[in-house]
């Protein structure tokens, strides 16, 4: 019996593994350039378009219509301005990485439609301020 025990417990310590961790980095979103970005939201309706950036980053110039919501301030509690889990939502920040982050966080919580397109450094058109 002792025997049986000793062969069958690395078994059991290689099942007990085979569980299903959900990380950060098994959620989806889409991620696209900034300029496929910005051509999709001239094509689509109904959308929001969230800057991640800090707040005084986002005061010193942000691409028109978008909102801000800092990268720092999403956490694992619902989210006021994104009442609408099924609302494609636009998310870029200054080079791409904090964007990538956010979707991450928000698919998460459940957000369905995210696109990532990237970093305000890319964008080329008018500035908001």
Request: hydrophobic residues 35%.
């Amino acid at each position: 019996m002792k025997r049986l025990l000793i062969l069958c417990l690395p078994l059991i310590f290689m099942l007990c593994g085979c569980g299903n961790n959900s990380t950060q980095s098994d959620v989806n979103y889409e991620s696209v350039s900034m300029s496929e970005g910005i051509e999709r939201m001239a094509n689509d309706e109904g959308y929001i378009m969230l800057d991640v950036r800090r707040v005084d980053e986002f005061e010193a110039g942000h691409i028109p219509g978008a909102v801000n919501l800092p990268n720092e301030e999403i956490g694992d509690e619902e989210i006021a301005i994104l009442p609408d889990k099924e609302q494609t939502i636009y998310i870029y920040c200054r080079s791409g990485n904090r964007s990538k982050q956010a979707a991450n966080k928000l698919a998460a919580l459940g957000y369905k439609n995210i696109v990532e397109f990237g970093g305000f450094m890319d964008y080329t058109g008018e500035i908001e301020y």
